[in-house]
């Protein structure tokens, strides 16, 4: 390798264009990806560059190359860690160099001073009590939220109160008026904000958290580093035990990422870290601008911040010294990027710890059959929590067979025994869930003569049909009013099928008129505020009865709550992955663990078609290892994951024969290349064949898997695929590869 493509001082230039430079003989033995070196530039004499690329071959005039003048000593900066980190990951998980970089590296953009806007409590506490007692009678329930808060707290974000508090503008000003709080901007003072709450939310740790906790530190304390996996109940106290470990790594001087699924990253979760860790914490979501990010990457690098709490891109926060991530709800699907490269950020992590040194914890009630495999090899610590940490009680779980109930001449969505226990809780003025795991008016549209599902015209997916009569694509958004005939055999009797949360919606409300009902799914909650709207008014109980898609199940405290109702548990069973059954244990395990988080007692039902499946069974028991101990057989049987390893290589294109015969061709090339390890069946391939969904946004769309015991041996592939890139971006095709896939293609 005699040139090197180079990032021109990244803190400058935009990431997209690379130089190239000679690499002088005598340097050649020093230099890799990721290595720091000083060139010339334009007019300058040096500067500094990261050598992202490596090749034998010029790309412009040879005359017109510079070399490279040396390596900078001492080149080991948070940024060049962050390069290294993306050369791991383009080696892992393919795709190209720069599409690396852009994920491990903040997005550039100049810093304004920020002005943070803070409400506080301006009058006694007396006072404040009076007005929140009197707000209390009259049902002002967002008035008499923000004071309790502001009783607790003195001082809160303006940011919170409005979008996790979900208070208006109004209602802030109407108490600013009567002088109970005041409203004031300033520039960040990082020192005076919010203090941390010495006496605040500490909680005594029970037996097994202290073992939980105690299994780290020492570790910690005698320089091990280690993945340790929490594997404890919903409602054991997995956060304190997180927090308390965090404590100790932070006053060794040390910082720390913990990585919580957006979804569950909810007000009562800020509060509780801020109440703990004050201003050395900084949160971190998608809704944050560019620069707002940016900013919170710039405090974690001059250290003016020991946290960082976000979703899976919190992981790439430039601190000096990381001691320890922490990834809570660590099964979660959100965790797999979904753009490319498809990383998931708990393999991230691990190379992060690897790199610098730093521990790794990860939670969950419902481990990734991944984690809780390598706990169970020994390469993994597990620590258990076996009981929740208030005496609540787990829920009593009842599963109803819906083939028995139609056989009993009930054709509702509801069992009977449903509808007594819903009554029951209405009249007991407790809160009710229902559950369906997926969206839409009623499901898809047959045709009862032909079978034949009315789709998409563009991504080959059946369309569902709204309220208003219209049917919609979920991909692309496509829209058309329902047909008279069927468009395939043009019989008049098409109807919709099956059930949706709307549908649920007005069945309850028929059931149950009086009853105050929320529904929250995809098309309720198109902006994130409305999200947290339907969420505070539930948690504020001014509704009932919540019915909602998977988004209700995850992470979510409602304490009134103690009835939860799985109205189809079987239909996550049909995904077309080999995760289904996993992703339906979770589901149920997380729907079942909503019911009696305080201390009512909490009931279940879970209705199915398929009430002796594994998954159904076992989640109804709470059972995690039964489960485990069954999917796992079925996951070696077939070398899936954990017990093998799964590439999907997806190449889309607007011609629908060239893009096949694209990925026919690269195919045979690569079966050619490891035509021996084939032979002997250490490598399997599938394919390729049209995708699941063989057409999104007028992209045709093939697919070819290819399976190993090692997962080396596909990394090898991605990089044999690197060799053709240029000829299928040349013909208009997008290549993607997914490695141990999250999703079906
Ligand atoms: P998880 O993260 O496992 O779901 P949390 O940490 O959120 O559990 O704890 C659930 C509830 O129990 C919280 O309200 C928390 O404050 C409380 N809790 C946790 N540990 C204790 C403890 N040792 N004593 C009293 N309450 C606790
Ligand atoms: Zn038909
Ligand atoms: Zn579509």
Redesign the pocket.
Known sequence: MTYADIIVDISHETIDRTFQYRIPEDLQASVKIGTKVNIPFGNRKEMTGYIVGLSSMPKIEESRIRDIIGVVPQGISIDSRMLELAAWIKTNYGGTMNEALKTVLPVKKSIRPQLKTEIALACTEERAKEVLEESRKKHYVAKARLIAELLETNVLPKELVSSKLNISAATISALEKQGILEVRSEKIDRNKSYAADENG?K????DE?EAACSAVINDLKEGKRETYLVF??????????YMEIIDHVVKNGKQVIVLIPEIALTFQTVL?FTKRFGDRVAFFNSKLSEGERYDQYLKAKEGSIDIMIGPRSALFTPFENPGLIVI?EEHEGAYKSEGVPKYHAREVAEQICRMTGASLVL?S?TPSLESFRRAETGEYKLLK?TK???EAELPEVEIVDLREELKNKNRTIFSLELVRLMDDRLQKKEQIMLFLNRRGYSGFVSCRSCGEAIKCPHCSVSLTQHRDGHLRCHYCGYETIMPKKCPSCGSPYIAAFGTGTQKIEEQVKKLFPSARVLRMDADTTKNKESYEKILSSFANEEADILIGTQMIVKGH?FPHVTLVGILAADLSLHATDYRAAEKTFQLLAQAAGRAGRASLKGNVIIQTYRPDHYAITTAAEQDYISFYEQEVLFRKSLCYPPMGHIMAVLFSGKNDADCGASLRRVTAKIIDKFAGLVDNKELVSMGPAPAGISKINDLYRYVVYFKAQKYSLLTDICAEIDEYRDEIKAAGIICQIDLDPMIGY
């Not at 909680?203 to 029970?206: I, Q, R």
């Not at 404890?232 to 035990?241: N, P, R």
């Open positions: 939310e909680v005594n740790l029970n958290q404890g109940v919903t409602g054991s106290g997995k956060t304190e035990v509780r809570d939670g009630a929590l929740r940490a208030k405290d």
